[in-house]
């Protein structure tokens, strides 16, 4: 049918340009080199990805007995972008004018993106029940790769212009007031794209609330051991991303790496992207979400390892206290770009892994309160950078890395209990 064409391609077109917003507005290197320009802690700096990431699924058991009894969701999708729109052009209006006063300028940018976040976690929901409606199950491996893949270009270019701004003349703050705007650009067009998708109606469904929604989740949990199976698995994930933030800050605070790096850092995140979904692809039409998220388990595993073995040779506390040359940083640096290799390549993985395993094991008659209690449990566990950067205060980077490493191999042991046939 042309409005299921239709439909494809605006789905597919909203996530090119809403993975060329991440790639200006990437939390691990653009938002951490931002707070460490402005001299943020360790707690604050993990509490940035915490907030993104977190807070976009904190809302969605709410959102979920909102939603369920709406033949259409997108009406709330549509409104929540709205306010997501205007969070994003407070965060570039408080860069421009209050990085002066860094505390203040901290506290309300992070106030606006808890804003973001949270309206964030509100059109999710609706997102995923869209795609589901409008995406038939057997070419949702090909939707998400085709948006994976096009939108990892643009990011790559996105990457680029970062590298460009950061290394020209402009002086700080506007370098980054300059790529916030461009973010801001590239969500609100993605955002307009897919209210324009045209849903078909559910079938009725009962009214529910949030206590009851509370309620039904240990039942779900009891009923479902396949649901359990893939929440033990979310859940050891999201606490292994405690080390995800700390990545950058560790080049930059104890491999003394240049940070015009920090556009090359950025380039090799959204290069490897591209790259990874062709074979996240084919992994997933050949082995399926399962064997997806394995695989990114063993891949996130590495990162925090490269880490620790670079700061072993090139770190002030195990190579003397003699100062680097800038030719060695800029040596340390390049070789530095494995730990991004990896993390880049997993956390592909883990998206297009994550998404189809929960469409697939969710009942469609139950698949708000699939989404909205996973993602609520879990976001709660996404806080855990916050924990990092309590660690890393008080022990150092290396226990940040060491215990990463550990929960990401525990996560890859407790795969083998997921459906096989998703």
Sequence with gaps: MASDARNYRLGILNGFLASTGDGFFNTSVVLAGFASRLGASNTVIGLLPAIAQGGWMLPQILVAARVRALP?????????ASVRIGSYLAMVLITAFLW??????LSLFVVAMSINALASGISGLPFLEVVSKTVPSQ???????????GGGLLAFAAGLIVRWILGSGLGFPYTYVLIFALATVAYTAAYTIFGRVQEPPDAAQPASDIRQ???AIPQLLRADAHFRAFLSVRLILAFASLADPFYTVYALRELRVPSSMLGVFLMTITGVAPLSNIVWRWVAERKGSRRIIRYSAAAAFLAPLIALGLGWFFGPSHAGSEVSSGARQSQVGWLYLAVFVMS?????????GHTNHLLNISPPHSRSRYIG???TLVGMALFAPVLGGVIADKLGYDAVFWLAAGLFALAWWWCGKLRRDA
Aim: include cysteine; charged fraction near 15%.
């Design 373 to 375: 209690t996973l993602n």
């Design 72 to 80: 259409y969701k997108l009406p709330v999708y549509r409104s929540s």
């Design 213 to 215: 929604e509370l309620q």
């Design 100 to 105: 002066e006063s860094p505390a203040l300028c």
């Design 344 to 352: 880049s390549v997993a956390a592909q993985g883990f998206n297009l």
């Design 139 to 149: 070419q949702r491996s090909a939707y998400f790769g085709v948006r994976n893949l």
